[in-house]
C-alpha cells in the first residue's frame, strides 16, 4: 500500500511539474516571438506542440524523492488534524467537506514544493 501510495505521489508530482514547465515554455517563448515578429496562429500551435514534448522530456528525466513527498504530506496533514483539534477542543472528526479542502491544499504544497525544482532545474539549464 505505501509503495502505491508513493507511487501515486510522485505521479502527481511528476504531472504538475510537466504543466508548469509547459506553460512557462508557452509563456517565455510567445513573449520572445512578439519581440521579433508579429505572431501567428502557426506560430502558437507550433510553440505550443513543442512546448508540450519538451516538458514530457523534462518531466520524465526529473528526479522525485517520493519518500520525502510522502513525509511532507504526511507532516502536513498531522499541522491541519492538530490546528482542528487545538481549536475546536473536540477529536478530530473532519466532514467531507474539509477532507477535500485538505486534499487540494496538500496538492498546493506539493505544487509550491515542485516550483522549486522546477526552478532548480530552470537555473541549471
Do not use: C, F, W, Y
Request: no cysteine.
Amino acid at each position: 500500500m505505501k509503495n502505491n501510495k508513493i507511487k501515486s505521489i510522485v505521479k502527481s508530482a511528476r504531472k504538475s511539474a510537466k504543466e508548469e514547465i509547459e506553460a512557462n515554455l508557452i509563456t517565455n517563448l510567445k513573449e520572445t516571438v512578439g519581440k521579433l515578429q508579429h505572431g501567428s496562429k502557426k506560430v502558437e500551435k507550433k510553440i505550443a506542440k513543442g512546448a508540450k514534448i519538451l516538458a514530457k522530456k523534462l518531466a520524465k528525466e526529473l528526479v522525485i524523492d517520493g519518500n520525502a513527498l510522502l513525509k511532507a504530506q504526511g507532516e502536513e496533514a498531522l499541522k491541519t488534524k492538530s490546528d482542528k483539534s487545538t481549536k475546536t477542543g473536540a477529536p478530530v472528526s473532519a466532514p467531507a467537506k474539509n477532507k477535500t479542502a485538505a486534499k487540494k491544499e496538500a496538492e498546493v504544497n506539493k505544487a509550491k514544493a515542485l516550483n522549486g525544482v522546477a526552478e532548480a532545474t530552470e537555473i541549471k539549464s
